[in-house]
């Protein structure tokens, strides 16, 4: 039977569901942001004085494709550990995942933080991303650290460890970089419409 705090059927399905419901959901975002572009030029009211200025959602369109990547890498995540040896115990091997489930718990703010984002306070919502961005990234590092002083044979490509450190490295970019990219794209608005306000 397998390890159950590791790799418990029924929750490895959620969370294999959860990455394919992720990524339905992006491409149904990108179809709702090109709806939104091509709506612009059949808008009579942009022809208006106060209308007039230009919006590109190129900041939005890189924050799709790296919430596309970040749905993938989850599902390839989830594989890794639903795959996991029936022989990998120990208390290093404790440590370990304590200390993953630490840095997924912090991904799973800023994605919950992204569900939730509103246009109306997109300013105040990109910085409280790039924060939680930010601690993803120490949780990541501190995973590293504490990960380094064990024995764990992180080199060893049939073993889960190094594959997971490597998941782990990839998702935390692309989180603080889906979180660099609204805030970007939430400062080039606000410049272009001529103020800072959220309102």
Known sequence: MRDVEVTDEDEAQ???RRAADAT???SQTRAALRATVEGRYYNPRRFLPHNRRH???DGYREVIDALERVAHQ???LTRTLYQWPQDETGTDRDGFLRDYADLLEALADITDRFSAIDEEHLTDQAEELCEAAKTAQ???ARLVERTEDTSLPLGDPSRPYGILLAEATRLTEEAQHSCDSLRHATASSSTASGG???S
């Open 74 to 76: 989850t599902a390839s």
């Open 55 to 57: 919006k590109t959602f």
């Open 196 to 198: 800072g306000s959220d």
């Open 14 to 16: 959620r969370w294999r």
């Open 24 to 26: 339905a959901l992006v």
């Open 138 to 140: 120490d949780k990541r």
